[in-house]
Every structure is written in structure tokens, then in C-alpha cells.
């Protein structure tokens, strides 16, 4: 029964947020989220990208509720977990704005009876600097999480143990950060958190989706997770107390978009709030943590990104905000254990924003393992390559990538990992999942498709 709704998958609802008509852009987003959720066997997946300032593309694809039939839209509500974590790092920068705090405050002002909290800032907190144990590392839901808790119980369990490590020398990803930031905000401002960002920011910037995930609403995605490669499965979601300030919130994609919009044109906080807020944190011996304030500092192909990830019970998500492209992608989906929402956010952001650079076609990754199993039978199709390549390729060479490659077992995937220009060539790099080993591939090709490289490497 539920084959059947991955074969109707590509049944989708579409909300126009800027341009009414239909674009070139438009329609290649959606075929490639369509391969996309159909390849991952997810039941839906929801996604906005914010393009020259403006919310320019919102769509959802396949089921919000398999059993039911239901299809997502574009109004069903998603868990987005972590990406909590830049909202209550705003709440605390604006509480500071209005001097109730400040984030060089130490824990122990508010909380002093928590391990070594004199030694401990606010800013640690935001940044996992403070050394305080993760109380939820697991990537799966446990049974302790069905039943209700509540903050000051997590803190009382996990803020009470010895550190992990001494404050500012090591950076340790840890929710219990985000609990005890979420309750010194409150004990600080004498307001309730998300009370406090929909007065401020949600209700402001028209997001009417965005609160608290308990209790689950009838517009909301069902839960699902996968056991191994498996089909998905409903499954609970975290009782209420357990995620407080560190990803608490539900909302749509396209209400996330907005906050990006509004974070792109720093309308969040101040200008030296928002320094503060995207600012990497940088270790006691100046290491860097590529971490700000509940924002990972990275890049794409060279672009500077601010993005995070999230997961709660049946649910992935991610939020990429570019602010040199002036663009944000968020890409939302409904089933834990499958990895969906990282490469289509990648994926999706290659398409709009570096188009000289497309993300390589099925097409191509099917032709590059045909090739490596070729290369396991010590054997390749010569008109695939150029003249270079096809001297690298001697008799000794098939030799030992038959011999080797052949002891790996059966090559299970190949995976396209990254993609730049270089030397009038596109370069190519992939991950190649035998039974035994993975390896890496490292490809050039030309402008008229054949390979000018080839090479197949070990990874340690």
C-alpha cells in the first residue's frame, strides 16, 4: 500500500510567493525535487528558496500523511528542530538590545547552582563552548522522550554534571546549551519564550505557522521513520518539555523564507547584534569552530553560507541563508533516517545560485558507475575518453583495478560529492560504496563529455 503512494509521489501543491507565472528556473526546481524525494523514498518534502531578496519559489511534493492520503501543501507545518536555535540566539540578542542582559553574563547570575556556571557565559551557551554534556545526542527517539518533562528537570539531570570540557577550549555540539539559554531568557525577561518571539518576530514578519510543536496540529506533517533502507514507518514524536529553546518550533517553508528575507536584510536585530549573531566563535587558543550564534559558518563552492540543520523525531530539515546572492534556501521533509534534505538543499542551491555550475545529471552518475564496474572487469570503453586519459589507462592499470577494485565486493552506489570548473574542465568528485570499502573518484571532464581523468582513490 504504501509502494503505491510513492508511485503517485509526484502529486504536489504550489503556492506562488513572488513572480504568478511559471519560469525556466521554476520548472527545473521542481523536477529536481521530484527525482530527488522520489530516489530518497521519503513521504514528502517541502521547499522555499528566497532569490535577489524575495521569496521567489515555494512548493511541496508527495504526502503529508501516507495512510490518509493526504498530500502536502505548502501550508502543512513541519518540525524543524534545530533551526530553532537561531531563534531564541535572536530572543537573547534583543533582550541584550534592550539591556536586560547580556550574553558576557555568566550562568551563575541566573543559575548558580549549575556545574562550574561562574565560569560559563551566556555567548558559550550559544556557541557549544560551554562544556556542558548533550542531553540528546541520539538520532533516534528513546522512550524517556514520549513522556513529559521540562526544562528545569533536563537542567537539573544534565547541568549538574562535570563538564565535558573546560569552558572555551573545545567545541561540542549540545542541546542542554540551548535549554539553559531558553531559561535564562525567560528567568531574565520575565516572558515565555516563544510567547516572546511570536509578539517580535513571527507575528511582525507574517508567520502564522511558525510555534510550538506540542501538541502536533491536524495541518501538520505526519512523523515517519526508516529501519535501514526500509519503507517508513510512523512513528511518536517528543513529548512536550523536552526541546524548549534548543528546537522546539514547527512551521511552513515558506514562513521560515520569511524570516530569511528579514535576516538578509538584518530587520531581526541591530547592526552589531547581527555582527555578533554571525560572527564564527573562536576557541581560547583562537581554533575556529566554524559556529556563530545557532548559525554554522560554512560556504558552497566558495560563497559564504549561514545555515543549520535540524532533526527531531521523523523529521529532517535545513535552512541556508547566502548573504553575498542575497538568497536563502529551506528544504523541509517528513521522515528521519534518510538522507534527503542536506544534498537537495546543496543541490537546490547549486541550480539557483551558481547555474555555470549545475549539479551532475543522474545521467552522468549512472554512466560514471558503469564505468567503474567496467574498470572491476578490467575493461573501459575507450571512446569515453580522451587521448589522455586512455594512456593513463595502460594494461597494467586495468590490471590492478580489476584485482583491487574485485576484492572490494559489489559496488553498492555511487554518489556525486562535489562539483567545480577548473582548466576549461568540469571537475567531478564522488563517493564509491563497495561492500568492503568506500573510495573516492576523481573526474575531469571536457566540454564535449569525455573524460579527461578518471582516477579512482583510496580514503583513509
Not at 216 to 221: C, D, R, S, T
Not at 342 to 357: D, G, M, N, Y
Not at 364 to 391: H, K
Request: net charge neutral.
Amino acid at each position: 500500500m504504501i509502494t503505491r503512494h510513492f508511485l503517485a509521489i509526484a502529486a504536489s501543491l504550489s503556492i506562488p510567493l513572488a513572480a504568478q507565472q511559471p519560469s525556466d528556473l521554476s520548472s527545473r526546481l521542481s523536477e529536481k525535487i521530484n527525482a530527488a524525494l522520489k530516489k530518497s523514498g521519503a513521504p514528502s518534502v517541502s521547499v522555499a528558496v528566497v532569490q535577489d531578496g524575495k521569496p521567489a519559489f515555494a512548493k511541496a511534493f508527495g504526502y503529508a500523511d501516507l495512510a490518509a492520503g493526504r498530500t502536502a501543501g505548502t501550508d502543512t507545518r513541519y518540525a524543524v528542530g534545530s533551526i530553532s536555535k537561531q531563534f531564541t540566539a535572536a530572543a537573547l540578542l534583543l533582550a541584550q538590545e534592550q539591556g536586560k542582559l547580556s550574553l558576557d553574563d555568566p550562568v551563575s547570575k541566573y543559575f548558580p547552582d549549575l556545574t562550574r556556571s561562574a565560569e560559563i557565559t551566556i555567548r558559550q551557551l550559544l556557541s557549544h563552548t560551554s562544556g556542558y554534556e548533550d542531553y540528546a545526542p541520539q538520532d533516534y527517539i528513546i522512550p524517556e522522550w514520549t513522556k513529559a518533562t521540562t526544562p528545569q528537570a533536563v537542567l537539573d539531570r544534565w547541568a549538574k554534571k562535570p563538564l565535558n570540557f573546560d569552558p572555551g577550549t573545545k567545541w561540542q555540539y549540545s542541546n542542554t546549551n540551548y535549554v539553559l539559554a531558553g531559561e535564562i531568557f525567560e528567568k531574565a525577561t520575565g516572558q515565555p519564550l516563544v510567547a516572546f518571539l511570536r509578539e517580535k518576530i513571527f507575528n511582525p514578519l507574517g508567520m502564522p505557522s511558525a510555534g510550538d510543536c506540542v501538541p502536533a496540529g491536524a495541518g501538520e506533517a505526519t512523523a515517519y521513520t526508516r529501519y535501514a533502507i526500509g519503507p517508513p514507518r510512523p512513528v511518536a514524536r517528543e513529548a512536550a518539555g523536552w526541546y524548549f529553546a534548543a528546537g522546539e518550533l514547527c512551521m511552513t517553508p515558506s514562513d521560515l523564507a520569511r524570516w530569511d528575507v528579514a535576516f538578509l536584510q538584518k530587520k531581526i536585530v541591530g547592526g552589531s547584534s547581527y555582527d555578533e549573531f554571525t560572527r564564527e566563535m573562536k576557541l581560547k587558543n583562537d581554533d575556529s569552530t566554524h559556529y556563530a550564534l545557532g548559525l554554522t559558518v560554512g560556504d558552497l563552492n566558495g560563497i559564504p553560507t549561514l545555515q543549520h540543520g535540524g532533526e527531531v523525531s521523523g523529521f529532517l530539515a535545513s535552512n541556508t541563508v547566502l548573504p553575498t546572492r542575497n538568497g536563502a534556501v529551506v528544504v523541509l521533509s517528513n521522515e528521519d533516517g534518510v538522507s534527503l534534505v542536506s544534498p537537495l538543499a546543496r543541490q537546490i542551491a547549486t541550480l539557483v545560485f551558481l547555474p555555470e555550475q549545475p549539479a551532475p545529471s543522474d545521467k552522468d552518475t549512472r554512466q560514471v558507475q558503469s564505468i567503474l564496474e567496467g574498470l572491476r572487469n578490467g575493461r573501459i570503453d575507450r571512446a569515453l575518453f580522451t587521448a589522455n586519459a586512455n594512456s593513463y589507462f595502460t594494461e597494467i592499470a586495468l590490471k590492478d583495478c580489476k584485482s583491487s577494485l574485485g576484492a572490494l565486493g559489489k559496488l553498492k552506489s555511487v554518489t556525486a560529492a562535489g562539483e567545480n570548473l577548473r582548466g576549461g574542465m568540469t571537475h567531478r568528485s564522488y563517493r564509491a560504496e563497495f561492500e568492503k570499502k568506500t573510495l573516492l573518484l576523481n573526474l575531469y571532464v571536457m566540454p564535449d563529455g569525455k573524460y579527461e581523468q578518471f582516477m579512482v582513490e583510496d580514503q583513509l
